[in-house]
């Protein structure tokens, strides 16, 4: 059957079709390059997303990604570098640069963004973090939880400051963890929060991506990718900042040489129609997990229609069009 739908928005995404944001040697043009391949999986907004790094290697990547003149682009998602740095929470991010969080430090970055950070995931237990977050809150700046391995009161701490998502909730963790009281828990019966996953059938496995939305509940649900450079290419060999990354025949994305994940080769699309299959649920109700929640959420305006051939029992989802109204133009799959 063929059916139509806003505009799919994705929160948080490292690179795409072979481009790395977190390289300073991409350039603006590179990444306009695969902006017609991401909008045909249709994603017509989204955060590029930059990771734990220096100020400098920052500073360069927000620049180029500031030159990209295209509507697609609503903001950017600094994830880190207020992190744990202890493995397992801190997943591929690198040691060296993950840091105590610092007013100055966020100051200079969103001076180098031109302002255009949008949202900040940090660990909510690392010094300086609960000032950060009221901070942040006070401007407008969406707060995120992740790569932590705070307490539950301290989460709760959080949230008092103005936490108000879970950055890919059940990953970014450690391993090995209290069946209860834990991070994790506290962070889904949390009504203030909403939460993002990564469905990609290796972040989370099916039944804890139904438990995980029926306790969010759809309406605090947002689907998001953590795709890489990997996404929308074959499996092989990728970088995502300095970190070697290797992609399997099954699309898992590991940090060489470890177990740790190092985000997806997820698609958007793909995220829905895995959303389906895990939960049960109709493509109508996942749906606004992936175009209306996340725009809700960050504020961006929803961009466009897509136009898809979906076969319910198949459980196969096919883009046909995608229209994007802030460029007037249509992208054909």
């Known amino acids: 059957m063929r059916i139509e739908f806003p505009g799919l928005v994705d929160i948080q995404v490292n690179g795409f079709g072979g481009v790395d944001f977190n390289s300073p040697d991409v350039s603006a043009d590179r990444i306009r390059e695969i902006l017609p391949a991401l909008r045909a999986t249709g994603v017509t907004r989204f955060l590029p997303t930059l990771i734990t790094g220096s100020l400098d290697r920052f500073a360069t990547c927000a620049r180029t990604i500031n030159a990209v003149d295209d509507p697609a682009i609503a903001g950017i ?102 069946r209860h009281p834990n991070l994790i828990w506290e962070q889904l019966a949390a009504d203030e929060l909403y939460a993002s996953f990564i469905v990609d059938g290796h972040h989370l496995p099916p039944s804890t991506v139904k438990v995980a939305v029926r306790a969010k509940s759809p309406q605090r649900t947002i689907l998001t990718t953590d795709a890489m450079a990997a996404a929308g290419c074959p499996p092989g060999s990728y970088r995502i900042g300095d970190a070697d990354v290797d992609v399997g025949a099954d699309r ?82």
């Open 77 to 178: 998602h600094m994830e880190g570098p207020y992190i744990s740095p202890n493995d397992g929470p801190r997943g591929a991010h690198p040691r060296a640069h993950a840091i105590d969080a610092s007013l100055d430090d966020l100051r200079r970055r969103q001076d180098a963004a031109a302002g255009r950070i949008v949202l900040v995931t940090l660990a909510p237990e690392i010094p300086g973090a609960l000032a950060m977050i009221e901070y942040l809150a006070d401007r407008g700046i969406r707060v995120a939880l992740g790569h932590s391995e705070a307490s539950p009161e301290i989460i709760r701490d959080a949230i008092r400051a103005g936490a108000t998502l879970s950055t890919h909730l059940g990953n970014g963790c450690a391993a090995m963890l209290p």
């Open 252 to 333: 898992r994305v590991s940090l060489r040489g470890t177990p740790y994940l190092a985000g997806s080769a997820l698609t958007m699309a793909e995220s829905v129609v895995n959303t389906v299959r895990f939960t049960g649920m109709p493509m109508d109700d996942v749906l606004p997990m992936a175009s209306t929640v996340p725009a809700t959420y960050t504020g961006i305006e929803l961009d466009g229609t897509v136009s898809a051939d979906w076969n319910p029992e198949r459980l196969e989802l096919q883009i046909i069009d995608v229209v994007s109204n802030a460029r007037g133009a249509h992208t054909s799959c």
